[in-house]
C-alpha cells in the first residue's frame, strides 16, 4: 500500500513539474500556478526522497527512536500536500462542470453574450482573446437575436482598450454594430461583469448572460455575476493552449477562493 501511494505521489509530482515547465519554456510565460506548481512538485518528490533517510544523513548514529521531530514535519508536510492535491481536485471539477457542462441553451430566447477582455499586443489580439472572440463569434452567428457586451478596458502597455479589439473584430466579421455595446473601463474579471451588468440593465438587454472567456474562467465569471443578481448564466467557452490550462487553472482557483471569502460569491 505505502508504495502504491509513493507512486501515485510521485506521478502527482512529475505531473505538476511537467505542467509547471511548458508555459515558461514553451510560452515564456511565469505566474503564480506556474509557482504552486513547481512548488508542489518538487515539494512531493523532496518528501519522498527523504521520507526515511533525512535525518540519518543529517544525525548519523542519532537513535531512530528519538526522531518524532522529523516524523511530525513530514506528517504534517504530506498532509498539507494531500489536502492541496483534494482542494485542487474538487475545484478542477467544479472548474471543468462551469466551463464545458454548462452551455447555453438552445431555445431561441434572446441572450447577451459578454465577452470578457484579455490582453491587446500592438500586433493584434492574444491568442487567448482571439479564442474568447472565436467564441463568441460562433454563438452570434447561430442566434442572431443576441447582443454582445464587449468588456475591457485598455492597459498600459495596450495600443486599444480590449473591448474596441472585440467590437472591431466582430464587426470585421459580420456582426452588425448595432447588436455590440462596449465597456471600456474595467480592469479585472470582477469589474468586467460589474460594469456590463450596469451596460445590460440600462440599456434594457437580456438578462441572460452568455459567457463567452476561456473555459478555466468560467467559474469566477459565472460567481461575479451571481453577486450582481444575474441568475441566468451560461458559458460559451473558447479554446485553450492545451499547456497552460493547468497552470491558468491552479491560479483561477486562488482567484475563485478570493471571489468566494472576499467578495460574497458563492458556488
Not at 498539507?80 to 447555453?104: D, K, Q, W
Request: aromatic share 10%; charged share 15%; proline share 6%.
Amino acid at each position: 500500500m505505502k508504495r502504491i501511494v509513493a507512486s501515485l505521489a510521485l506521478l502527482s509530482a512529475l505531473g505538476a513539474l511537467f505542467f509547471g515547465l511548458v508555459p515558461v519554456a514553451a510560452y515564456r510565460i511565469f505566474h503564480l500556478g506556474i509557482l504552486l506548481l513547481l512548488l508542489y512538485g518538487v515539494g512531493v518528490i523532496l518528501l519522498l526522497v527523504f521520507w526515511d533517510a533525512f535525518p540519518d544523513m543529517m544525525f548519523p548514529g542519532y537513535p531512530k527512536e528519538q526522531h518524532l521531530w522529523w516524523r511530525i514535519l513530514r506528517g504534517v508536510s504530506a498532509g498539507a500536500l494531500a489536502l492541496a492535491m483534494v482542494v485542487g481536485g474538487v475545484l478542477s471539477f467544479l472548474i471543468f462542470r462551469a466551463g464545458r457542462l454548462n452551455p447555453p441553451p438552445q431555445d431561441g430566447q434572446p441572450a447577451t453574450v459578454v465577452v470578457l477582455g484579455c490582453l491587446v499586443k500592438e500586433n493584434g489580439p492574444s491568442l487567448t482573446l482571439q479564442y474568447r472572440m472565436d467564441a463568441a463569434l460562433e454563438y452570434l452567428k447561430e442566434n442572431p437575436a443576441a447582443v454582445v457586451v464587449a468588456s475591457g478596458g485598455q492597459g498600459k502597455e495596450e495600443p486599444v482598450s480590449e473591448a474596441q479589439a472585440i467590437a472591431d473584430y466582430l464587426i470585421a466579421n459580420g456582426i452588425e454594430p448595432g447588436r455590440i455595446y462596449t465597456e471600456d473601463q474595467s480592469a479585472d474579471t470582477q469589474q468586467n461583469i460589474a460594469f456590463s451588468g450596469e451596460i445590460i440593465r440600462r440599456e434594457g438587454l437580456p438578462e441572460r448572460l452568455v459567457i463567452a472567456t476561456d473555459a478555466y474562467h468560467q467559474l469566477r465569471a459565472r460567481i461575479y455575476a451571481g453577486t450582481q443578481g444575474f441568475d441566468q448564466v451560461y458559458a460559451q467557452s473558447g479554446k485553450s493552449p492545451w499547456g497552460l490550462v493547468p497552470s491558468y487553472g491552479v491560479r483561477e482557483m486562488l482567484a475563485i477562493g478570493e471571489a468566494v471569502l472576499w467578495n460574497g460569491g458563492t458556488l
